[in-house]
């Protein structure tokens, strides 16, 4: 059940319309966790066990912590990237065609088990549960802690929430509370940005994937590198966004995930502005840990390396991702030393060094499309050598500048010139998104994230 299916929408009108019933608000906490185990459980009903597993597993260990924190807290972080390395990485280790995985009954039912979605998600917010909560020595209820963990707008594909942010607001709710316009904006924003960017421009970039990009010219190549930047924007961003909107309905605020990333100066704030609650994860629960920026030169860039590494390797076992990531780290360590040489840089410095980090990110975004390294490669070689391929007949540079353009024109600060001087057409704008989401969405596509 995705977030832009029809089932989808009348899932969240019969959940809301009994949420805020006064005899159900005392019993608000356990209608979110039966609705997001209904909501999980329509995709993958046989991995449902799992789901329970991962967050009672987490909660004993959480229990356990507050009598011993040394030895609990570490074993329920031990117990979630185990189930996570074994899901995520374990034909790493054994051959996922083969007739006979291990001859072992119970561990090749496992093994077939296919790979939990959001699983990614989930984990990280069970590490989040562990430290945060321990730390602060807030004990929490198993339904609180179930609802943090499973809430339906972010299970999937997030953001990820600091347990430190969300359990504060687990409280009863109610109706007059709710802030609709901004609920409702987020929600439409998102639709828009999924249903008219990202699932248009994805029949477009569908061609880079092998053996499909061997027909493409140079120069369509190039194009297409900078479409799935724009196509990966608007479909995280618009999942971020109706996940949001949807949080906020319920009375829960989750933290935005992206702001304007491709406007960025440099490649540290990049990653300020991508997936924020990713980064921010990453940052409190693995790069501070390690050390950070506390140890001299040579071993902040080690920790970047380190961090950024793993953080590609959280996406998928591939040597892609792990490259992807590496080369991010790379960037980072690169840039150090020159940062504060541009503390107060000029206005054609300043666009010089967003052209650098756009064209870097975007190059990069090819090993992340293309997962497999040779294929990834593949294409790469292509951008560089001249090919006289006929255009692909789904490849319109029209259309490919049309739905390339709200990503653009939100970039440039259109939206902050729409608040402060066209507030009264706002509704019309609001109004011409939804019938752009509505008339001229594209194919059906899943989400970029929900494979994660």
Known sequence: ??????KFGVFVAIVFGIYYLPPVRQFQIQLLVLASVFFYGYGQPELLPLLLVAVLGTYACLVLAFEKRAVWMPAGIVFNLVLLSFFKYKFLFVDGASAQLTGVAPLDFLLRLPLPIGISFFVFHNISLLVDLTREKRPALLKDVFLYIIFFPQLVSGPITRAGM???QVAPKRIADVDFVEALKWILIGYFFKLYV???LNEMTSYMDFPLYETLRTQDRWLLAVLYGYQIYADF???SSIALGLGLLFGYRLPINFNLPYISASFSEFWTRWHISLSNWLKTYLYIPLGGNRHGAARTCLNLMIVMTLGGLWHGASLSYALWGMLHGLLLVIERPFLALFQKPGPVVQIVRIGIVFFCVTLLWIFFKLPNFDHALGYLKGMFTATSN????KLFYNLALLYSLPVI???AGLGIWVDGRLRRFEPYLYGALAAF???????DAAFIYFQF
């Open 237 to 239: 961003f618009g999942y």
């Open 1 to 6: 059940m995705t977030f832009t299916s029809s």
């Open 198 to 200: 990202a699932n248009n």
């Open 437 to 443: 989401a509505w008339l001229e969405a594209g194919p």
């Open 166 to 168: 969300f359990m504060p």
């Open 409 to 411: 024109l939100q970039h």
């Open 390 to 393: 006929p255009n692909p007949t």
